[in-house]
């Protein structure tokens, strides 16, 4: 294939891509809007987010094996017509739970498409320094693209409502359907291995109970349906390796892990996404809720962050040729933990450059450490099987994500009720008139606080306002250090264990 057309096919798999990375954060700005229009609790928000999460996680390893059985554009397409199908749904739904079902659902395409992309990328590109290249590219689109999220739906959100950040997908699925049908090569593993029924149902179901369980154990704390899910997570994981080991044909093969350069390149790619979901989650919150910005511009007010994540992205295979990747990913683990610490100390009325400088270092570091990440856990995996490569990549980020949002989330949650309980205690007579029912909506989230301040007199609502602020402000500070503390393990172990430089492509 002429090089040419070798990057017409990465322009055509980083466009796709970059639909499913843009729905990551297209919705989080959407949020309060649903919360409103839907009558839907926090918790039920949240699933909104971890639904995608969820069945993207559980169903990544099945799909990617798929693509290596029966083809990776054929997978590319079929995932392509689910998320686009279900998307469209997501636009009419009438209630929460509808929604979490499209969401669900929108998972699965998701699961086809973005291994997919990758695995179609380790087969075009066969020479290493291309590769490294072409992931780089394709790692500054995801990185372009979930910037980009924020601020196209805040644009949508100006001029119509929640639903329109479900139905811009459709057309662009169409599009990119049509790009893929006439320039994508087909490809697959030549040996054609034989499927992994038993493994693919354990590792789908041991995925979607361990992503359940710590999604639901921070809000719901230890209840029947937690710790079952905990159970069925153990059980079918612990089935799903015992059986891996013994399989004529795995699914995974653990020998992987065998490997240092697999190992640390797999925890490097999900602090960086535990870092990255997590932050925008809550900071979208912060810019919206707290500092008044409108939705269009608290997607701008992200920017810095993408910005920084597209060009270290671009630079990021460049530097490793010349430094190394493991001080390419040592750097930049170490940026995104000060970016982190720095965004620890805003606070309500901090200025906006704070908020810039801290999301332009967090994006840096993160676009330093995901090509290399990435290019580390493809050059671990025979050529042949890179739709497992791919799959295992993107799985390890999702669950990185999931953790990032439900650990973070839940790490702003607790100290924001712990804050705000003192802050209406001490309040004492100043809010007697609130009704109970205004000051339990305050105490459940900051979202929750927003809905109801009409309720109430304006003296009483601005007492509350800026209790929940400083106390939103204080959770998410801590979320930061938790963070901050996380990338500071990753780099200490990347120093230890990732290679100077990445061997070639396994044969």
């Given at each position: 294939m002429?090089?040419?057309r070798?990057?017409?096919?990465?322009?055509?798999?980083s466009?796709a891509?970059?639909?499913?990375?843009?729905d990551?954060?297209?919705v989080?700005?959407?949020?309060?809007?649903?919360?409103e229009?839907l009558k839907?609790s926090?918790?039920?928000?949240?699933?909104?987010?971890?639904?995608y999460?969820?069945?993207f996680?559980?169903?990544?390893l099945?799909?990617?094996a798929?693509g290596d059985?029966?083809g990776?554009?054929?997978?590319?397409?079929?995932?392509?017509?689910?998320f686009g199908?279900?998307?469209?749904?997501?636009?009419f739904?009438?209630s929460?739970?509808?929604?979490?079902?499209?969401r669900?659902?929108?998972?699965?395409?998701?699961?086809?498409i973005?291994?997919?992309?990758l695995?179609?990328?380790a087969?075009v590109?066969t020479?290493r320094?291309?590769?490294a290249?072409?992931?780089?590219?394709?790692?500054?689109?995801?990185?372009?693209?979930i910037?980009?999220g924020?601020?196209v739906?805040?644009?949508?959100?100006?001029?119509f409502?929640?639903?329109?950040?479900?139905?811009?997908?459709?057309?662009?699925?169409v599009?990119?359907?049509?790009?893929?049908?006439?320039f994508?090569?087909?490809?697959?593993?030549?040996?054609?291995?034989?499927?992994?029924?038993?493994?693919?149902?354990?590792?789908t179901?041991?995925?979607i109970?361990?992503?359940?369980?710590?999604?639901?154990?921070?809000?719901?704390?230890f209840?029947?349906?937690?710790?079952?899910?905990?159970?069925?997570a153990i059980?079918?994981?612990?089935?799903?390796?015992?059986?891996?080991?013994?399989?004529?044909h795995?699914l995974?093969?653990?020998s992987?892990?065998t490997?240092?350069?697999?190992r640390?390149a797999?925890?490097?790619?999900?602090l960086v996404?535990f870092?990255l979901m997590g932050?925008?989650?809550f900071?979208?919150q912060?810019?919206?809720?707290v500092?008044?910005?409108?939705?269009?511009?608290?997607?701008?007010?992200?920017?810095?962050g993408?910005?920084?994540l597209?060009?270290?992205?671009?630079?990021?295979p460049?530097?490793?040729?010349?430094?190394?990747?493991?001080?390419?990913v040592?750097?930049g683990?170490?940026?995104?933990s000060l970016?982190?610490?720095?965004?620890a100390?805003?606070?309500?009325?901090?200025a906006y450059?704070?908020?810039?400088?801290?999301l332009?270092?967090m994006?840096?570091g993160?676009?330093c450490?995901?090509?290399?990440?990435?290019?580390g856990?493809l050059?671990?995996?025979p050529?042949?099987r890179?739709?497992?490569?791919?799959?295992?990549?993107?799985?390890?980020?999702e669950l990185?994500?999931?953790?990032g949002?439900?650990i973070?989330?839940?790490?702003?949650?607790?100290?924001y009720?712990?804050a705000?309980?003192?802050?209406i205690d001490?309040?004492g007579?100043?809010?007697?008139?609130?009704?109970?029912?205004?000051?339990?909506?305050v105490?459940?989230?900051l979202?929750s606080?927003?809905?109801?301040?009409?309720?109430?007199s304006a003296a009483?609502a601005?007492?509350?306002?800026?209790?929940?602020?400083n106390?939103?402000v204080?959770?998410?500070?801590w979320?930061f250090?938790?963070?901050?503390?996380?990338a500071?393990?990753?780099?200490?172990?990347?120093?230890?264990?990732?290679?100077?430089q990445?061997a070639?492509?396994?044969e």
């Amino acid at each position: 294939m002429s090089s040419g057309r070798r990057y017409v096919v990465l322009f055509i798999v980083s466009a796709a891509l970059a639909l499913i990375s843009l729905d990551n954060t297209i919705v989080n700005v959407a949020l309060p809007q649903m919360q409103e229009a839907l009558k839907a609790s926090t918790s039920e928000l949240q699933w909104v987010v971890d639904a995608y999460s969820v069945m993207f996680a559980g169903t990544l390893l099945l799909a990617g094996a798929l693509g290596d059985r029966f083809g990776r554009r054929r997978a590319l397409v079929i995932g392509l017509g689910i998320f686009g199908s279900a998307s469209l749904a997501g636009g009419f739904a009438t209630s929460v739970d509808m929604l979490i079902v499209c969401r669900a659902v929108m998972g699965v395409g998701g699961a086809f498409i973005m291994p997919s992309t990758l695995s179609i990328l380790a087969q075009v590109f066969t020479d290493r320094r291309e590769r490294a290249k072409a992931i780089g590219l394709w790692a500054a689109v995801a990185g372009a693209a979930i910037g980009l999220g924020p601020i196209v739906g805040g644009a949508l959100l100006e001029q119509f409502s929640w639903s329109s950040v479900f139905w811009v997908n459709p057309p662009l699925v169409v599009v990119v359907l049509v790009a893929v049908l006439l320039f994508v090569p087909e490809s697959k593993d030549p040996a054609r291995p034989r499927l992994d029924p038993l493994g693919a149902i354990l590792s789908t179901v041991g995925l979607i109970a361990l992503v359940v369980t710590v999604v639901e154990v921070p809000d719901s704390g230890f209840t029947a349906v937690t710790m079952s899910a905990a159970i069925i997570a153990i059980g079918a994981l612990w089935g799903f390796v015992a059986w891996q080991r013994h399989c004529a044909h795995p699914l995974l093969p653990m020998s992987l892990f065998t490997d240092s350069v697999f190992r640390v390149a797999l925890v490097s790619v999900g602090l960086v996404y535990f870092a990255l979901m997590g932050v925008m989650f809550f900071l979208p919150q912060y810019l919206q809720l707290v500092q008044g910005f409108s939705p269009l511009a608290s997607g701008f007010g992200v920017l810095p962050g993408a910005l920084g994540l597209f060009a270290a992205s671009l630079a990021s295979p460049a530097l490793a040729l010349r430094l190394g990747a493991k001080s390419v990913v040592v750097a930049g683990l170490l940026i995104v933990s000060l970016g982190l610490l720095i965004a620890a100390t805003l606070g309500v009325d901090s200025a906006y450059v704070h908020v810039g400088a801290a999301l332009g270092l967090m994006g840096i570091g993160l676009g330093c450490v995901l090509p290399q990440a990435t290019n580390g856990i493809l050059a671990s995996v025979p050529q042949q099987r890179s739709g497992l490569g791919s799959a295992v990549n993107d799985g390890i980020g999702e669950l990185g994500g999931s953790f990032g949002v439900a650990i973070l989330g839940s790490i702003v949650a607790v100290f924001y009720r712990s804050a705000i309980d003192t802050d209406i205690d001490a309040a004492g007579d100043a809010i007697a008139s609130v009704p109970a029912s205004v000051v339990e909506a305050v105490r459940e989230s900051l979202a929750s606080a927003q809905l109801v301040m009409a309720q109430i007199s304006a003296a009483d609502a601005q007492i509350l306002r800026e209790a929940t602020g400083n106390a939103f402000v204080s959770g998410m500070g801590w979320a930061f250090i938790a963070g901050a503390v996380a990338a500071l393990i990753g780099a200490a172990y990347a120093f230890r264990s990732f290679p100077a430089q990445l061997a070639p492509v396994s044969e």
